[in-house]
């Protein structure tokens, strides 16, 4: 091999992880850093999609974010939790210096993920 040939890359291990698309309507919360929402935490309401949607404005928190919430949802997996119970599984902690926090309240709902996705890029 040269330096010149392409690496090739191999998984070795990858936790499980929830679907990341969806085509039912999704459920899902703000996820909010120094009081500014960064992010939402969403499932399909078929259960059984997840995934974590960094607001654009929000900038590096919310990209940073998203690698603690892809952390978060496959030990959510691991340990049989459903994606629509996972909505609520961290509300009221207190917020994570990484993740953020999920306030307590009801879920919100949207008729897709293509609408959350579009909430998440608005200014």
């Known amino acids: 091999m040269s330096l010149k040939d392409q690496p090739v890359f191999q998984t070795v291990l990858a936790p499980d992880a929830y679907p990341r698309t969806t085509s039912a309507a999704v459920r899902y919360v703000p996820i909010i850093k120094d009081d500014v929402v960064i992010g939402y935490l969403w499932a399909a309401t078929t259960d059984d999609a997840a995934q974590y949607v960094p607001r654009e ?5 919310a990209l940073d974010a998203a690698v603690a919430w892809t952390r978060r949802l496959r030990w959510a997996k691991a340990n ?11 509300a009221g902690e207190s917020e994570d210096s990484r993740a953020g926090k999920v ?10 993920l293509g609408a959350l996705v579009e909430l998440a890029s608005a200014g």
Do not use: N
């Open 57 to 61: 404005q929000a900038g590096d928190a």
């Open 80 to 90: 049989g939790v459903t994606p629509l119970r996972a909505l609520q599984h961290w």
């Open 103 to 112: 306030p307590v309240e009801a879920p919100f709902e949207l008729p897709s």
